[in-house]
């Protein structure tokens, strides 16, 4: 096993499969939801998020509990068993998606790096990202957040930027800040700019560093992603969420509840061709470029 191998296998990648996709109906629905639909490929976008991060510990999936039987079938057509299946009573964003993993791990008295990654992405070169990781991963066992940022190709809305200040390594910047969705003249002036990317939603951090910040950022967060955890009933490897605990989450972003306000924040500009498949604009732009959806 290579130095790199071993990097990687001290990270579990934690795949957030939880959205309903109200934005993508009718497409998505009830027997449809967005973590199972197939767009330009014969695997699902779960399996696809799964499979781009093989060389990893296997993964940690949190998701709504009404879908654990088709997660666990949807692993297994893959050869993948996860390290968990975390199931939330309800939806409440995905602060507390991530708060209940890293304190699942943290009462386990394990303190693994966790890649937090959505499962409505495409990205076509993987290898890309991976190299990236390895690049983050000393940062952030130090105790820095590592974000993934993609280079804007059009002056975009509908995403977060993330503001490139002084380059700490060769290809790693200090954040400086963000900006939320901006409108388009802002947009334009980003791209003549420079030194911005979008935000992929793609985090690395270690889960005592999570917690630390969490418990100063958002101690109502801290507490309550807490009793969830402790309060959770277990089936095999599926964990369920215990409902009064994980409901009294306040429901926010990860991006607004910990990175907006952490500190210590490092982006790592990633070429990996990726696209964004929560919203018809980018989906449209994905499946057009060959292979339509499939059933």
Request: overall charge positive.
């Amino acid at each position: 096993m290579t130095q790199s191998d071993d990097i990687l296998k001290d990270i579990i990648p934690v795949i957030l499969a939880g959205g309903a996709g109200r934005r993508l109906r009718p497409l998505t629905g009830a027997k449809t939801p967005k973590p199972f639909l197939r767009l330009r490929s014969p695997h699902t976008l779960l399996q696809q998020t799964a499979l781009r991060v093989g060389a990893m510990r296997p993964p940690a999936i949190i998701s709504a509990a009404p879908l654990r039987e088709r997660i666990v079938a949807d692993m297994a057509a893959i050869g993948i068993v996860p390290q968990q299946i975390f199931l939330e009573p309800e939806g409440r964003s995905t602060a507390p998606a991530v708060a209940v993993v890293a304190h699942y791990f943290a009462a386990a008295g394990k303190d693994p790096l966790l890649l937090v990654m959505p499962s409505d992405h495409a990205i076509k070169k993987p290898q890309v990202l991976l190299d990236a990781v390895r690049a983050g991963a000393p940062l952030a066992r130090a105790g820095a957040f590592v974000l993934f940022g993609v280079r804007p190709s059009r002056p975009e809305t509908g995403f977060g930027y993330i503001h490139r200040g002084a380059q700490v390594q060769p290809g790693i910047f200090a954040v400086s800040a963000f900006t939320e969705k901006p409108d388009a003249a802002v947009a334009r002036q980003f791209i003549r700019d420079g030194g911005r990317d979008w935000n992929s939603g793609i985090f690395l951090f270690s889960a005592a560093t999570l917690l630390a910040r969490l418990k100063e950022l958002s101690p109502a967060l801290h507490e309550n992603s807490y009793r969830a955890v402790a309060g959770a009933s277990r089936l095999q490897n599926a964990i369920f969420l215990e409902k009064e605990g994980f409901g009294a989450c306040p429901a926010e972003s990860f991006d607004r509840a910990v990175m907006e306000k952490a500190g210590n924040l490092a982006v790592i500009p990633v070429d990996m061709e990726w696209r964004d498949l929560g919203r018809w604009p980018d989906l449209v732009r994905h499946v057009l470029h060959a292979g339509g959806v499939r059933g």
